[in-house]
């Protein structure tokens, strides 16, 4: 049995193993002004009060079942048209439309333009969809429309907000984040599995992935997964049931 002692030394921890002796890289303090480390680019599509649609990249998203959770800035037009309709759709650009999404940034559809974003340089744009260069299209359980150009798009509904950083007082109000609750997934056939009807191959489907501000794409996988061997219909809900109801 090898036996591993750690030791902390100067700029490396020394971890010796019996018969041979290897140095791994040490943790330095340091205090990032940002920490997005990578998630997923979401172009969200919303409704003005005029009707008209909004469109805007976002990256603070995740998903638990048919579930999302998206981190806004209170005064983006986004949010605003979230908290009056209940509705958005999240539409999952692939890598190959970083160009369609990169036209989107430093614009918004909040008119004016609120003071901390203009100091950062975004300006009002009333058109996102014709920024962007993208096609909306109308969806089908709610009322803004889907980007015919994403290969992934979830229809949703409002099911509660969170505010983030309510313990103070200076950053409170700042950051709504929604549950949303996914009504409909669409798909281009090319990111469906072959052989199934409802799963998405992970091998076709190559989301956009911002990382510290900057756009990238996923690479191959890496190492077999341990999770994978999980069938995904073990993780089926009552959200789905209840999203067939919806016509
Ligand atoms: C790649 C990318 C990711 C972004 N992620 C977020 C985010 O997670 N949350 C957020 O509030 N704003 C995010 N932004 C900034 C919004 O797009 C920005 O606030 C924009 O003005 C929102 O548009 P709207 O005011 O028309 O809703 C992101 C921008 C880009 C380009």
Same mark, same amino acid.
């Given at each position: 049995m090898p036996c591993l002692i750690a030791?902390?030394?100067?700029?490396a921890v020394e971890m010796?193993?019996?018969?041979?002796?290897?140095?791994l890289p040490a943790h330095t303090s340091i205090e990032p002004g940002i920490l997005y480390?990578?998630?997923p680019v979401v172009l969200i599509s919303t409704l003005n009060e005029d009707g008209t649609p909004n469109l805007a990249p976002m990256s603070s998203a995740f998903w638990l079942g048919w579930r999302a959770m998206l981190g806004l800035g209170a005064r983006s037009k986004t949010a605003q048209n979230m908290l009056r309709t209940g509705q958005c759709v999240l539409n999952l650009p692939s890598d190959d439309l970083a160009p369609a999404v990169?036209?989107?940034a430093l614009t918004t559809g909040a008119d004016p333009v609120p003071p901390r974003k203009v100091e950062r340089g975004y300006?009002?744009?009333g058109d996102k969809f014709g920024r962007? *260069?993208?096609?909306? @299209?109308a969806s089908e359980t709610v009322d803004p429309p889907r980007v015919a150009e994403c290969p992934v798009v979830m229809e949703t509904v409002v099911e509660g907000t969170h505010p983030l950083?309510?313990?103070?007082?200076?950053?409170? *109000?700042?950051?709504? @984040?929604?549950?949303?609750r996914v009504q409909r997934v669409h798909v281009h056939e090319q990111v469906r599995m072959a052989g199934t009807s409802d799963r998405i191959d992970p091998d076709a489907w190559r989301p956009l992935i911002m990382s510290f501000q900057k756009l990238y794409g996923l690479g191959p996988q890496v190492h077999p997964s341990t999770l994978a061997q999980i069938p995904e219909r073990l993780y089926r809900g009552?959200?789905?049931e209840r999203a067939r109801q919806v016509s």
């Open positions: 030791a902390s030394v100067d700029s010796t193993l019996v018969g041979m002796s290897t140095t480390f990578g998630t990169d036209r989107l300006r009002f744009v962007a *260069g993208l096609t909306p @299209v950083a309510d313990d103070d007082p200076a950053q409170r *109000g700042g950051i709504v @984040v929604f549950e949303v009552p959200d789905i």
